[in-house]
Nanobody, 125 residues
Framework: VQLQASGGGLVQAGGSLRLSCATV????????VGWFCQPPGKEREFVAA????????YYANSGKGRFTISRDNAKNTVYLQMNSLQPEDMATYYC???????????????????WGQGTQVTVSS
């Protein structure tokens, strides 16, 4: 599965962005998908994940109550709605996919086989 992340940009603190992760040339319907972010000068970290049918969603503590992951398999797209953005959310956001179960490993980068190129989120204070 080839992934393409988009939707990043510049937003003021308290604002919102919706990131999209679209597949190119293949269907995402059978894949579990995760979002990760890499803040400047830091390691990549888990943000959110969703199972292939949308039945289960998982969030990092930092995003609970502010971020919502969802998917539209008919459009081969997974979304990350980010509300109440803060300067600490500034990072490059990546989506990743895997056909293997993520039940106990949703936050592990190693679990995901395919990665998109990343989209930059900048939050001004």
């Amino acid at each position: 599965v080839q992934l393409q992340a988009s939707g990043g940009g510049l937003v003021q603190a308290g604002g919102s962005l919706r990131l999209s992760c679209a597949t190119v040339g293949n269907t995402v319907a059978s894949n579990n998908v995760g979002w990760f972010c890499q803040p400047p000068g830091k390691e990549r970290e888990f943000v959110a994940a969703i199972t292939w049918n949308g039945g289960n969603t998982y969030y990092a503590n930092s995003g609970k109550g502010r971020f919502t992951i969802s998917r539209d398999n008919a459009k081969n797209t997974v979304y990350l709605q980010m509300n109440s953005l803060q300067p600490e959310d500034m990072a490059t956001y990546y989506c990743a996919a895997t056909e293997t179960s993520i039940r106990s490993y949703y936050a592990s980068e190693a679990r995901y086989r395919n990665w998109g190129q990343g989209t930059q989120v900048t939050v001004s204070s």
